[in-house]
């Protein structure tokens, strides 16, 4: 029961744009920046989108953030076989005052 | 660039203190502009924050509520490192700990301890 809300699975084919969706609330993402961290397995998360929109050196611009109110959103262009991977929003929490993560998206790519 | 590297066992028994580190290199322990989080992955809780230390002129701590009254992370200056002390642990801590830099997004990440809670 992960404070941030995700879809626990999205698919698509190669070329397609997906997009992952994350909500929240007013205590978190309603009042602070979104990250967006990508997990291959066996490794570490890696951070992908950081401050709600932008990217970290070496992210392909095929990838973007946005937030409208309490919620997020990840958008992925042109989908590659080598995008698949779980994907996790993350938010500061004002009242838990900590780091609220949401449970994960798993994106296949047919 | 920052690089963490985490060290500790990974086999704990229930009622003793999981304790684990995180080396870092490419920054300061010490920084006044970062700060040094805890955090844990499991199948049953997913990604959950348990902690972060950082220096202001002094050094702070803030926990989660969750783990708050069992758990203790601690600089080490002469050794710029922190570490991770969780006590009186049961199978329910079972998971993948992480240490990584903050403070306002999390870049990098240790390469993960798997830590098992078992007698």
């Known amino acids: 029961q992960s404070v941030l809300t995700q879809p626990p699975s999205a698919s698509g084919t190669p070329g397609q744009r997906v997009t992952i969706s994350c909500s929240g609330s007013?205590?978190?993402?309603?009042?602070?920046?979104v990250n967006w961290y990508q997990q291959l397995p066996g490794t570490a998360p890696k951070l992908l989108i950081y401050?709600?929109?932008q990217r970290p050196s070496g992210v392909p611009d095929r990838f973007s953030g946005s937030k409208s109110g309490t919620s997020a959103s990840l958008a992925i262009s042109g989908l590659q076989s080598e995008d698949e991977a779980d994907y996790y929003c993350?938010?500061?929490?004002?009242?838990?005052?900590?780091?609220?993560f949401g449970g994960g998206t798993k994106l296949t790519v047919l | 660039q920052v690089q963490l590297q985490q060290s500790g066992p990974g086999l704990v028994k229930p009622s003793q203190t999981l304790s684990l580190t995180c080396a870092i290199s490419?920054?300061?322990?010490?920084?006044?502009?970062?700060?040094w989080n805890w955090i844990r992955q499991s199948p049953s809780r997913g990604l959950e924050w348990l902690g972060r230390?950082?220096?202001?002129?002094?050094?702070?701590?803030a926990y989660s509520v969750s783990v708050k009254s069992r758990i203790t992370i601690k600089a080490d200056t002469s050794r710029n490192q922190f570490s991770l002390q969780l006590n009186s642990v049961t199978p329910e801590d079972t998971a993948v700990y992480y240490c990584?830099?903050?403070?306002?997004?999390?870049?990098?990440w240790g390469q993960g301890t798997l830590v098992t809670v078992s007698s």
């Open positions: 990584a830099r903050g403070p306002q997004w999390l870049v990098p």
């Open positions: 490419g920054d300061s322990v010490s920084s006044n502009s970062a700060a």
């Open positions: 230390t950082y220096y202001r002129s002094k050094w702070y701590s």
């Open positions: 007013s205590s978190n993402i309603g009042n602070n920046i």
């Open positions: 401050n709600t929109n």
């Open positions: 993350a938010s500061w929490d004002d009242s838990l005052i900590g780091w609220v």
